[in-house]
C-alpha cells in the first residue's frame, strides 16, 4: 500500500538523506517526493509504498527524529478540473478549498478549448476523512478528474471512481455539470439496490455504461434499422423501422389520401436519424398529412414527438406527460425499482416529454382496471377501424393496443413483443434494461393477464401483429 507523509525538514545539510535512510531501513520505497518553497520552505511530502507494519513504523520514526509533528498523513491529490470559460469561473472552487484549508502545492492550467478552460492542481490536505467529502462538493461544481491520488483508503478509492465514471459519462454524453451531478446520483441509486440483492457495484456501474456506450455507438452511420413494408388493406400499408435500440417506428400509410400515422418515435437522441429516414422513405413527408400515436408514456416510444403538431395517445398517458412538465414523478418514478433507472435512461438518451398542446386523447370512455384490457374508444385511418384497447397498468398505466378485427390487424405497443425475432443490436441491447430497473413492466403479474387477454382475443391465430419490438409477426405466425 501507499502512503503520504507531509515532512518538515530541519534546516540543516542531509535532513533529506536522513528520511530516505529512515525509509529504506523499513523497507519502505519512495515513489515520489514533492518540493514547493512558495508553499513552505521546510515541506516535503513524501509518497512511500510499503506494508502497513512497515509504513506505521516509518511513520513512527520519522515522527522520533522530527520530521513529522504529528503521527498523522496527509492525502496528496492531483486534480483537474474543467470549468466554463469565462473571467471567475475558478473563484467557486478556490472559495471551496480556501474554506476547507487546503493548500495547493502544484498550478497548470491549459489553453481553452471548446468553450471550457482546464486547471491541474496539485492539493495536499491535512484531514484524510474530509477528502470524501470536499472531493463530492467540488464534482458538484465542475467537472472532476482525479490524475493521481494515495489509493491506500478504500473510501477514497471509491470517490475517485464515482469521479471517474462521471467525468466518462459527462465527456460520453456531452452533458452539462449539472446533468452530471443527476447521473452519478441516479446511478448511485441503481446501485445501492442491486447492492441489496447481492450484485457487485462494479457490475452495476459497468451496466450503467454499456448502456450509454451502446446508445451512442449505435448513432450516426451505425444507425442500421431493419425496415420492413407490409400491405394491411386494400388502402393502408405499414412500414415498421427497427432501430438498434428503442421502440419500433411504425408507419401507416393511406395510400388514396396519401395521410400518414406514425405509431411510436423511437429514442429522442436519434431523433434527426429517424427523421432523415423517414424523409428518404416518403420524399414528400413533410408535405403529407402526417400525425404520431403514441402506445404509451416510456421515453423510448416518443422520439420523434416535436415532429408533429397532433399527437395521439390515452389521457393516462397524457397525465404521465403533463407530470413530467410540471416536474412531478410519472408512473414509472412512482416505482423506486424504476426510478433511478428510468431517470438514468432519460438522461442517456435526451429524453423531452411531447408539448402537452399537440396531444389528443383516443379514449372516450373510462377504462374498467377489473379488466386486463377494457374498450375506451375507436380509432379510424384509411379503410382501418381500430378498437382503441387500454391495458390496467401492466406495462406501464396508459398502455394502448389498437385491434382492427375486420382485417384482423393488431398494434401492441409494449403489451406484446416479438422477441424471438429482434436483430442482433435490439437482442443485446435488451439485455440492459431488465438488469438495471429487475423488470421493464410497472406489474409483471398484470403484465402476464393483459398478454393473455391478447392471445385470447385474437384467438392465437390469424392476425397479423405489429409489437412494440421486434419483427412484424405474420398471420401463419403464433404469438
Not at 469565462?86 to 502545492?105: K, N, T, Y
Not at 400491405?231 to 400499408?237: A, E, G, I, Y
Not at 416505482?335 to 435526451?350: G, K
Request: glycine share 6%; net charge negative.
Amino acid at each position: 500500500m501507499k502512503r503520504s507523509f507531509m515532512t518538515t525538514l530541519p534546516d540543516k545539510t542531509g535532513a533529506f538523506l536522513e528520511a530516505s535512510r529512515i525509509i529504506l531501513a523499513h523497507g519502505g520505497n519512495m515513489q515520489r517526493a514533492s518540493y514547493n518553497k512558495a508553499v513552505d520552505a521546510h515541506t516535503l511530502f513524501l509518497d512511500v509504498e510499503a506494508e502497513e507494519a512497515q509504513l506505521n513504523a516509518i511513520e513512527a520514526e520519522l515522527t522520533r527524529a522530527g520530521f513529522l509533528q504529528t503521527a498523522s498523513y496527509v492525502k496528496i491529490i492531483l486534480a483537474e478540473f474543467t470549468v466554463d470559460d469565462r473571467p471567475g469561473a475558478i473563484l467557486p472552487v478556490l472559495e471551496i478549498l480556501a474554506r476547507e484549508q487546503v493548500s495547493i502545492s502544484y498550478i497548470s492550467s491549459m489553453p481553452p478549448a471548446n468553450g471550457a478552460a482546464t486547471l491541474r492542481l496539485g492539493l495536499y490536505i491535512g484531514e484524510p476523512g474530509a477528502v470524501d467529502g470536499l472531493l463530492r462538493e467540488l464534482a458538484a461544481l465542475c467537472s472532476v478528474r482525479i490524475l493521481d491520488y494515495d489509493a491506500g483508503e478504500k473510501r477514497l478509492d471509491n470517490t475517485v471512481f464515482y469521479l471517474t465514471f462521471a467525468d466518462e459519462m459527462r465527456r460520453l454524453l456531452r452533458m452539462t455539470q449539472e446533468q452530471t451531478s443527476e447521473f452519478v446520483y441516479h446511478a448511485n441509486l441503481v446501485m445501492q439496490q442491486l447492492e441489496n440483492t447481492g450484485e457487485p457495484p462494479d457490475k452495476t456501474f459497468g451496466y450503467i455504461s454499456r448502456f450509454a456506450h451502446f446508445v451512442v455507438e449505435h448513432g450516426g452511420t451505425a444507425y442500421d434499422c431493419r425496415i420492413t413494408a407490409q400491405r394491411l388493406t386494400p388502402r393502408v400499408s405499414a412500414t415498421v423501422i427497427e432501430p438498434p435500440c428503442g421502440s419500433n417506428i411504425t408507419i401507416l400509410e393511406d395510400e388514396s389520401t396519401r395521410a400518414l400515422l406514425v405509431i411510436d418515435g423511437g429514442f429522442r437522441y436519434y431523433r434527426r436519424l429517424t427523421m432523415r429516414l423517414l424523409r428518404s422513405l416518403f420524399p414528400d413527408f413533410d408535405l403529407r398529412k402526417r400525425e404520431m400515436l403514441v402506445t404509451h408514456s416510456d421515453s423510448d416510444h416518443t422520439g420523434i414527438s416535436g415532429y408533429f403538431d397532433t399527437i395521439w395517445c390515452t389521457r393516462r398517458t397524457a397525465d404521465a406527460f403533463t407530470s413530467e412538465h410540471l416536474g412531478q414523478p410519472c408512473p414509472r418514478e412512482e416505482n423506486p425499482n424504476m426510478y433511478p433507472y428510468y431517470r438514468l435512461s432519460n438522461l442517456i438518451t435526451d429524453y423531452e416529454p411531447p408539448q402537452l398542446r399537440r396531444l389528443r386523447h383516443l379514449d372516450v370512455q373510462p377504462a374498467n382496471d377489473a379488466k386486463p384490457l377494457s374498450e375506451v374508444g375507436t380509432f379510424t385511418f384509411g379503410d382501418m377501424c381500430f378498437t382503441v384497447l387500454q391495458g390496467n397498468g401492466g406495462h406501464v398505466p396508459g398502455e394502448t393496443v389498437l385491434l382492427d378485427s375486420v382485417h384482423r390487424v393488431a398494434v401492441t405497443g409494449d403489451d406484446y413483443i416479438n422477441v424471438h425475432d429482434c436483430t442482433a443490436p435490439q437482442k443485446a441491447f435488451n439485455q440492459l434494461a431488465p438488469y438495471l430497473a429487475r423488470s421493464v413492466n410497472q406489474d409483471s403479474a398484470k403484465y402476464r393477464l393483459i398478454l393473455r387477454a391478447l392471445k385470447d382475443m385474437m384467438d392465437g391465430k390469424g392476425w397479423l401483429i405489429l409489437p412494440g419490438h421486434g419483427a412484424i409477426l405474420q398471420r401463419d405466425q403464433r404469438m
